[in-house]
């Protein structure tokens, strides 16, 4: 008899800490998105990528559905095809524990198809500025805004709004992405260093009538890009040159 009581008892117990770690591990499910938006053009299509946590609740996987059919559609697999411009909301839902789901927004667009980046030059000197103009097409597009990047940020730097800094002598490429990634640009640029000062040696120099002396120059700082000089004498009555 006491053989009985102590295996339901332990049949008990066991059943009770199954429970509760199956408890534990529902209050711990996580789902995330891979991405915090999602941007397509009619009749486009995206893979949703989801992280599940823990393991036996990736295991199980998700659900999809969309807040909008007439927007957007989505497989089960995660497979969203844009219908029409507007926006829904895309929800992913554990199916080890259906509490837990998260949603990210879909933008149908009518997307960037070019993007034109103009300026006043294509030089800059180190310490000027340079401002980018950015012109997205066609004018009906959902996100008519670009980001910038440049190629070499120790040579020059960019500002969310285009304004191009010169850093140090070189070539650099800034790049304008439309925001809604359909389109991009490219303009690609050449800072120079402008010389600082000039160095005349000998300073003094003392000659005989006719006599003539070398004079060097040396042009600062020593990574200007144009070094070349011009000569002039401040009375030809005395010294030429």
């Known amino acids: 008899m006491k053989k009985w009581i102590s295996l339901l008892l332990a049949l008990m117990l066991s059943i009770g800490a199954v429970f509760f770690s199956g408890a534990a591990l529902a209050e711990d499910t996580t789902v995330s998105f891979s991405a915090d938006s999602i941007y397509l053009a009619v009749g486009d299509t995206a893979k949703a990528s989801v992280t599940v946590r823990p393991y036996v609740a990736n295991r199980k996987g998700v659900t999809f559905q969309v807040s909008d059919e007439g927007i957007a559609t989505v497989t089960s697999k995660g497979i969203v095809t844009a219908v029409a411009v507007g926006q829904c909301q895309l929800t992913a839902a554990s199916v080890y524990d259906p509490s837990v789901s998260v949603s990210i927004p879909v933008n149908v667009i009518v997307p960037v198809s070019d993007v034109r980046l103009t300026a006043d030059s294509d030089t800059l000197f180190v310490g000027e500025t340079l401002q980018l103009a950015a012109a997205c097409e066609p004018a009906d597009a959902s996100e008519p805004t670009v980001t910038y990047s440049t ?14 800094n010169g850093a140090s002598r070189g070539k650099a490429t800034i790049t304008a992405v439309s925001a809604d990634g359909y389109a991009k640009a490219s303009f690609s640029l050449q800072v120079f260093q402008s010389p600082e000062s000039i160095d005349i040696t000998p300073e003094t ?31 030809e009555g005395i010294a030429t040159v």
Do not use: I, M, N
């Open 151 to 164: 190629s070499d940020d120790t040579v020059a730097t960019v500002t969310p709004d285009g304004l191009v």
């Open 205 to 235: 120099v003392a000659a005989p009538a006719g006599g003539k002396v070398q004079l060097k120059v040396s042009v600062l700082p020593s990574d200007a890009s144009d070094k070349s000089v011009t000569w002039s004498s401040g009375d």
